[in-house]
């Protein structure tokens, strides 16, 4: 896994269910994969130590540490509760 930026979460997000990273506003949100696909306004991340799925305009980011941008097609299974 290579983390890819940083970003501040620019508000509050609760997240569907457990899928789902939440976060509040001005928190540093690390970005690991963005996806492609159906969810291409998904990426995925982690606030401290959990990880999940968040909506992607809901993050400024202020600093990049990859510049080889590892995408991830998504289908049904990538999307599942346990």
């Known amino acids: 896994t ?5 970003g ?3 508000r509050d997000f609760k997240g569907p269910d457990c899928r789902f990273v939440n ?3 001005g928190e ?5 994969y963005k996806l492609i696909g159906k969810s ?3 990426w995925a ?5 959990d990880f999940g799925y968040f909506p992607k305009d809901l993050l400024e ?3 990049n540490y990859s510049n080889d941008e590892l995408e991830l ?3 049904e299974t990538d999307f599942v509760c346990f």
């Open 28 to 32: 540093a949100v690390y970005v690991y």
């Open 8 to 10: 501040k979460a620019m």
């Open 73 to 75: 097609p998504t289908d």
């Open 45 to 49: 991340g982690s606030v401290g130590s």
């Open 40 to 42: 291409t306004e998904l």
């Open 23 to 25: 976060f509040k506003k």
């Open 61 to 63: 980011i202020n600093h």
């Open 2 to 6: 290579v983390l890819m930026c940083r």
